[in-house]
């Protein structure tokens, strides 16, 4: 089985900054593919920034230059700093992690979700 777990989500003013985490455990084998999503109330969830194994990067048009996707490898992690927060940012964000297990196993796993509400 595999766990994925967000956290570092909350209350910020706009213009302000949040850094979400997000962590893998486990029988992994390896993550290939870490990706954000958010979704807002009464709207589909949508892709906020994708991160894969050979470190090529996408992120959504509507947050490019604020929000920054990373990763550590050793933990099994991946976060995400954002940056320049506005009220339009207010979503709960979801962590989807993908990649093998041992045994040749795959996994596609989502988190439970972490509050950002942007407001002054």
């Known amino acids: 089985q595999v766990q994925v777990a967000e956290s570092g989500g909350g209350l910020v003013q706009p213009g302000g900054s949040l850094r979400l985490s997000c962590a893998a455990s486990g029988s992994i084998n390896k993550v290939h593919r870490m990706g954000w999503y958010r979704q807002a109330p009464g709207t589909q969830r949508e892709l906020v920034a994708v991160?894969?194994?050979?470190?090529?990067?996408n992120y959504a048009d509507f947050v490019k230059g604020r929000f920054t996707i990373s990763r550590d490898n050793a933990k099994n992690t991946v976060y995400l700093q954002m940056s320049s927060l506005q009220p339009e940012d207010t979503a709960v964000y979801y962590c989807n992690l993908q990649g093998s297990r041992r045994l040749g196993l795959s996994f596609d796993n989502w988190g439970q979700g972490t509050q950002v509400t942007v407001s002054s």
């Open positions: 991160l894969t194994s050979d470190g090529r990067t």
